[in-house]
Nanobody, 123 residues
Framework: QVDLVESGGGLVQAGDSLRLSCAVSGRPFSSWRVGWFRQVAGKERQFVAAIAWTSPATYYSDSARGRFTISRDRGKNAVYLEMNSLKPEDMAVYYC????????????????WGQGTQVTVSS
């Protein structure tokens, strides 16, 4: 069993920064990839960023690249998403997800999901 718990969401103003955290527990992580996704009500869940657990390789969506940074702390079993220069269009529920294998951007490729954390950006 794998558990993912997100935290750090909240209400910010456009241009502000926010850091989301994902606490990961359960099975060994050596072959894992952890990703962040986001979803607006009524729309499909979208890939934001992903990171390999045992290498520095990172992957970003076009909308996240340059503003968001994904990182992980293996000692704390945590993955973070640092979001800068937030825009109203970044407002969504952000989910942490994990899978075994190569990083991908596909929602169905991730077997484990957290409950999500709401990010609200006011203009």
């Amino acid at each position: 069993q794998v558990d993912l718990v997100e935290s750090g969401g909240g209400l910010v103003q456009a241009g502000d920064s926010l850091r989301l955290s994902c606490a990961v527990s359960g099975r060994p992580f050596s072959s894992w990839r952890v990703g962040w996704f986001r979803q607006v009500a009524g729309k499909e869940r979208q890939f934001v960023a992903a990171i390999a657990w045992t290498s520095p390789a990172t992957y970003y969506s076009d909308s996240a690249r340059g503003r968001f940074t994904i990182s992980r702390d293996r000692g704390k079993n945590a993955v973070y998403l640092e979001m800068n220069s937030l825009k109203p269009e970044d407002m969504a529920v952000y989910y942490c997800a994990a899978r075994v294998g190569a990083p991908t951007t596909g929602v169905p490729d991730y077997a484990y999901w957290g409950q999500g954390t709401q990010v609200t950006v006011s203009s």
